[in-house]
């Protein structure tokens, strides 16, 4: 299970300092330290560890006193409050266009995710939100890309824009929208091509699929279980593409949680779904404070 190390690590860290009737300034000192070394074992950024000790000790010293809470669960709310922010606090929502329809732009390394998370993505718009979707093919260079997107529309019923492989990608994302609007689909998913790693081809292509079809989010999807790296890859994409979210997928496996405590302090950009398997009803809304809970207990 995800987080499953940090989760134990915080919870019997947590424990010691439940009960408490008074929080000493060393009981702080001690909590934070095993605090620090959990999270970074976790494998979550260093900065983004030192910046929330240092904004939990401030709080955790100097905080109010509540009636209904003894000082040392106090201290564990603060603990819980502050990792919730750091995931993004909110729940974030996906954007709906004043005109439909809403365009979504699909980028992510080969691997990660995307054309599965693409479906997920069509499934959750009709079966949550009532929507008309439509799937488009654009990832061009792995021709098991297309078919794959295909077969998961039919088990979706959902239509699949495609123009094979010899197509010119920015071509497909323009006659896609067309089509899309001719036929009133209020969401369009543009499934683009991956890469084994970044580099300025696969840039360049998405800025021009982003110029013609100007989407209203460009959600990158991440695999959590890649950690720091899932970090640095939004990092670059976030950078050339100004990213409106992050979908990070495997989150059902046994990622230590790096990625998901990282991503939004280092690209400021939320998390907005949580991929939980590979069937096409395993995404969720990606819930900082439900997420907090999960790992304090
Ligand atoms: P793409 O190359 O980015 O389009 O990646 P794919 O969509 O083909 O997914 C790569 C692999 O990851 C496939 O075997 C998927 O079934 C799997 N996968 C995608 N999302 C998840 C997820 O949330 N959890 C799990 N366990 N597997 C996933």
């Not at 079809?213 to 939004?234: H, K, R, S, Y």
Request: glycine share 8%; charged share 30%.
């Amino acid at each position: 299970m995800a987080f499953e190390g940090l989760a134990e690590r915080l919870q019997s860290t947590m424990k010691k300092i439940t009960g408490k009737g008074k929080v000493s300034e060393q009981d702080v000192k001690e909590m934070t330290r095993e605090v620090r070394l959990a999270l970074l074992e976790a494998d979550v950024n260093f900065k983004v560890v030192k910046d929330l000790i240092k904004r939990i000790k401030e709080r955790a010293v100097g905080q109010e006193v509540m009636e209904s809470l003894t000082p040392g669960q106090q201290v564990i709310k603060v603990v819980k409050e502050e990792l919730s922010d750091l995931m993004g606090g909110e729940q974030s929502k996906i954007a709906v266009a004043d005109r439909p329809p809403t365009v979504i732009m699909m980028a992510g390394l080969q691997g990660a995710g995307k054309t599965t998370t693409s479906g997920k993505l069509a499934n959750h718009l009709r079966k949550k939100h009532n929507r008309s979707p439509l799937l488009v093919a654009a990832d061009v260079y792995r021709p098991a890309a297309i078919d794959q997107l295909e077969t998961v529309g039919q088990q979706l019923d959902v239509p699949v824009f495609s123009k094979g492989t010899d197509a010119n990608p920015v071509d497909i994302a323009r006659d896609a929208l067309e089509q899309a609007k001719e036929e009133h689909h209020d969401y369009v998913i543009i499934d683009t091509a991956g890469r084994l790693h970044v580099d300025g081809d696969l840039m360049a292509e998405l800025e021009q699929i982003k110029a013609v079809v100007d989407p209203d989010e460009i959600f990158l999807v991440v695999d959590a279980m890649t950690g720091q790296d899932a970090v640095n890859v939004a990092e670059s994409f976030n950078e050339q593409l100004e990213l409106s979210g992050v979908v990070l997928t495997k989150l059902d496996g046994d990622t230590r949680g790096g990625a998901a405590l990282s991503i939004k302090a280092v690209t400021g950009k939320p998390i907005k779904f949580a991929g939980m398997g590979e069937k096409l009803d395993q995404l969720e809304p990606f819930r900082p404070e439900s997420m907090a809970s999960r790992i304090l207990g």
